[in-house]
């Protein structure tokens, strides 16, 4: 069915104009003037011709046999037009007219209409508010763009119509080729997770590029191209990051931006390849559209200046890779032919006078040695080298390895940084990018290469924890009290700290006598959040006396300040030593569900904001990188001579967390704050445990 929106028999403009400069004129005059073959209708109620072509004054006139429709009439008319078009049996159709939840307010309402028509007629539609389709194979053009995208291996979606434009027109200066165009405008009915799946399946495209403001649906999402990018790479460039982008998100498409951290876990969860910039987007599209997938982290570099050569260097090491160490056979063949002062290590220096085809063949040298997976070829303007007898030689090379080009400046090497494009080559004007390139096409080969993960799912005590909420429901409770989120926790294996509730001074220094000395003392109240704020937490209480003294104290200082405070009175808790503070997380992101979080704890949490989140449910593997993912990940391996943190219990913790949120997705909010990490071997603790519900909602 999808099909026919790229290789339609016959193609009506539905509000088709004869001023050039309208949209319906663009469009017309776009389906005829370039290779398309098919068929074309001009719809529009005054009649006559336009371009030569007779004009339909109704869609009821149409012949019959027409597979694609092209909507650009105002927006109130668009739903009719749908369901006009349908009852011709035109079944894919693409709206391009603007007015509809871009605009909020009556825009809203005509866009729930134009979804009912949908709805009704069970055509397929793309857009509203975009700018159309192009497909390279059959030269459609069905867009109003002022051109047609060149031929090439990328399948590229944009949310932002503007978006589409700019990118169309650059790629054009820059020799980058499509294999189809797609503006996806409002998403009405054909969104992402769509459009990735007809991508997949094209042979015309090797590489699928996106621009994205928001995700329709995440979970679907996720699972299409968990697929896909099985087989082909999905690169896609997310705007809304910051704040203030979010805001602009939601008021250019109306969409509502998901929180960062969920997109930034759900690609990676799902092997998506997220570039920062439309830039990095386009040299990793290009690179993956033209070039074999490195085999491995181990790049060389041939240059003609030794500074650019080091800050390339420099760049591999960043990116996590690292310099080939060149076989004895290449460095020999090297020495054979470069002058004396060249260096023949990598990277391969063949200093300033170095003339073209001496490139060439030092290239060719360093592509046949096994130990280099990649190569980097760097030029700096010299008299002595002609950029664009550089640029051919590079194309000529024939490996199976990547080759990236980095030529740099400007006046002088722009014609050969474009012919290199044109030839497949990627070819940038600083070596970084390149080196961003390649570390790109790195990291989706190990996902391609990694095992498919399996989420990882415990059998907690479900009885126990679903017993809980229903009182927590019955009492019209939203959040837990420290016991109950304790004993949920408990109920999936997470090793929490042994509390006793205690309402007097002296039940509180049996407790104590019960667990042990020392122990710690919390103030127990649903109107205290943060216990230590308001003294709420006495640690390290050592006799019978201390304890009982602390009950006073606590509850007679946390009763002034809350004075209708309802106190339940205080837990008394086993006293924790040696832990390291973490904390481990759960929330419920819009588009993407449970989305775990873990990170260092206590009270800095919110200040060092060095934490990392995975999309629900996790699998081992995530629960490890999620561990390992914190910048201060060191602190837990232990510095200093202080022994590792007991990292597997911490991921084990998180699978469990993970579980209890996936058998429970009424849990809006959880925190283990601090989970103490105890050295390798001896585990973890929580001592500080919050669980709040979301709303009911019907069936919980
Ligand atoms: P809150 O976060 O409400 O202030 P917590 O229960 O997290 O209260 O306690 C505050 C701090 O006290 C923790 O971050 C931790 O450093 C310390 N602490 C709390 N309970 C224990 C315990 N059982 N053993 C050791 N230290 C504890
Ligand atoms: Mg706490």
């Known amino acids: 069915m999808l099909s026919s929106f790229f290789h339609p028999k016959a193609v009506a403009v539905v509000g088709a104009s004869s001023k050039p400069g309208k949209v319906g004129y663009d469009i017309l005059d776009n389906l005829l003037k370039f290779t398309y073959q098919g068929e074309v209708y001009p719809v529009n109620p005054s ?108 399948g590229f979606f944009s949310q932002s119509g503007a978006m589409c434009l700019a990118i169309l027109d650059w790629a054009l200066d820059n020799e980058i080729g499509f294999s189809k165009f797609i503006s996806l405008g409002n998403k ?61 998100a939601s008021s250019h498409t109306g969409a509502l931006a998901g929180a960062d951290a969920a997109y930034s876990a759900a690609f990676k969860q799902c092997g998506v390849l997220r570039a920062k910039s439309v830039r990095e987007l386009f040299n990793l599209a290009q690179s993956l559209a033209n070039q074999p997938l490195p085999q491995g982290p181990a790049m060389a570099i041939v240059t003609n200046s030794g500074g650019p050569g080091i800050i390339c260097a420099d760049a591999v090491e960043n990116a996590g890779m690292h310099l080939a160490g060149l076989k004895a056979e290449t460095v020999e063949e090297l020495r054979s032919f470069l002058p004396p002062i060249a260096s023949f290590y990598n990277p391969v220096d063949l200093t300033g006078g170095a003339p073209a085809e001496m490139y060439g063949h030092s290239l060719r040298t360093v592509c046949q040695d096994e130990n280099v997976d990649g190569v980097l070829v760097i030029m700096t303007p010299a008299a002595t080298v002609n950029p664009l007898e550089l640029a051919k030689l590079i194309c000529q090379v024939k490996t199976d390895k990547p080759v990236f080009a980095a030529l ?86 997470i090793p929490v700290a042994r509390s006793l509730p205690a309402a007097t001074s002296a039940e509180a220094a049996a407790a104590a006598a019960e667990l042990g000395l020392p122990v710690v003392m919390k103030i127990d109240s649903p109107a205290v959040v943060h216990k230590s704020d308001v003294g709420g937490v006495k640690v390290g209480l050592k006799t019978p006396q201390e304890v009982a003294d602390a009950f006073l104290e606590m509850t007679s200082r946390v009763q002034r300040r809350y004075p209708r405070a309802w106190i339940r009175g205080v837990l008394v808790q086993e006293m924790v030593k040696g832990g390291r503070e973490t904390i481990l997380g759960l929330s419920q992101d819009p588009q993407f569900g449970p989305l775990l979080m873990f990170g260092l704890g206590g009270i800095y949490v919110e200040v060092l904001k060095d934490v990392s989140f995975r999309v629900g449910p996790l699998s081992r593997e995530d629960a490890d990188e999620m561990v390992k993912g914190i910048r201060s990940f060191p602190l837990l391996r232990g510095v200093r001579g202080e022994p590792p943190a007991d990292m597997a219990a911490l991921a084990e913790a998180l699978l469990a967390l993970s579980s209890l949120a996936h058998d429970f997705p009424m849990l809006a909010e959880a925190d283990i704050n601090p989970m103490l990490a105890l050295p390798r071997g001896e585990g973890v603790v929580a001592v500080d445990a919050r669980i709040s519900l979301s709303p009911p909602k019907g069936d919980d």
């Open 408 to 493: 740099m400046g400007s006046h002088s090497v722009i014609q050969s940084r474009i012919y290199c494009m044109g030839e497949g080559v990627p070819a940038f004007d600083f070596p970084e990018e390149a080196v961003q390139a390649v570390r790109g096409m790195l990291a989706y080969h190990d996902w391609v290469r990694a095992k498919p993960r399996q989420p990882a799912l415990n059998h907690g005590d479900k009885d126990k924890v679903a017993g809980i909420i229903a009182n927590l429901r019955s009492q019209g409770r939203l959040q837990m009290s420290e016991t109950e989120a304790r004993e949920c926790f408990a109920a999936y294996g």
């Open 47 to 154: 009649g006559g011709a336009i371009l030569d072509k007779k004009v339909y004054q109704s869609v009821a006139d149409l012949p019959a046999g027409i597979d694609l429709g092209v909507i650009a009439v105002k927006a109130h008319l668009v739903p009719q037009s749908v369901r006009d078009l349908a009852a011709r049996g035109v079944m894919a159709q693409v709206v391009v007219s603007a007015g509809f939840k871009e605009v909020g307010g009556q825009g809203r309402v005509l866009e729930r209409e134009l979804a009912q028509a949908v709805a009704d007629t069970g055509v397929r539609l793309i857009g509203p508010n975009c700018i159309g389709i192009m497909d390279t194979e059959s030269g459609l053009n069905a867009t109003f763009a002022a051109d047609m995208a060149r031929q090439g291996h990328i």
């Open 188 to 248: 009405v009915d054909i969104t992402e997770s769509e459009v990735l799946e007809l991508l997949a399946e094209d042979p015309e495209t090797r590489v699928i590029m996106g621009y994205l403001e928001a995700v329709e649906d995440g979970r679907r999402f996720m699972e299409v191209a968990r697929r896909v990018t099985r087989h082909k790479p999905v690169v896609l460039v997310k705007s809304g990051v910051t704040t203030a982008g979010a805001k602009a």
